[in-house]
């Protein structure tokens, strides 16, 4: 069973080995590391996926990271991506490689860079709208309306209660502008954790890229 789990905790060499330590201590296999922030108080957050054996709870997890002195597990959550984990450069280089489906292939890969659920391309307005891509595990979107339509620069999206269907209640959001305001990159958590600062201002960047690598591609591209 793989799960995420984000945890705070001091900003200085020794920590994320003493942290790493602790959890092969419960049979914890960590897969993957991001350091999702540097916070100006001294402390970090990183994103550790981890698998953990069967008959071994997500308890002890959380136990484990907590005996670390000034380690606190902010979420832990079951995870279902583990085999299909992408970093930004891996997303830059897949959308570089195929141009003209830019905003696509990050539609498809977004999942795998911020460990979400999945993600869409949705295009509208507040009363109507429509998808325009959407990434494999991508529940179906058609009919709904959104009033954070056009947006104007990446963000979370709070207040889900006023948009979303009642499954999608738990989740965490965050979206960006594609190409113009009324076309948006969503990304969503079920379960959480919410979306960092700085996760949104990767989402942000990696959405600026797919629209300039894909206008670039379509301005040279000959015409007929």
């Known amino acids: 069973m793989s799960y995420l789990v984000r945890v705070v905790l001091p900003d200085r060499p020794g920590s994320l080995g003493a942290l790493a330590t602790a ?56 995870y279902v991506g583990a085999g299909d984990l992408h970093r930004d450069l891996d997303a830059v280089e897949a959308m570089t490689a195929r141009p003209l489906r830019a905003a696509e292939i990050l539609t498809e890969l977004a999942p795998g860079v911020f460990r979400a659920d999945w993600a869409v391309v949705v295009e509208g307005d507040t009363e109507n709208s429509v998808v325009v891509h959407a990434s494999a595990s991508a529940p179906d979107c058609v009919g709904l309306r959104l009033p954070w339509l056009p947006l104007a620069a990446a963000q979370r999206l709070p207040e889900v209660s006023s948009w979303a269907p009642s499954s999608w209640r738990d989740a965490a959001f965050a979206a960006a502008p594609i190409g113009r305001p009324s076309r948006a990159l969503l990304l969503a958590r079920s379960g959480g954790p919410e979306f960092l600062n700085s996760e949104v201002a990767r989402l942000r960047h990696l959405a600026g890229l797919a629209e300039t690598i894909q206008l670039a591609a379509a301005s040279a591209a000959p015409t007929s």
Do not use: K, N, Y
């Open 23 to 78: 959890l092969g201590g419960v049979q914890a296999d960590i897969i993957s590391l991001d350091v999702v922030e540097h916070r100006a108080d001294g402390v970090a957050i990183d994103d550790i996926l981890v698998d953990l054996p069967a008959g071994r709870m997500a308890d002890a997890l959380v136990s484990a990271a907590q005996a670390v002195p000034g380690v606190r597990v902010q979420f832990v959550r079951r």
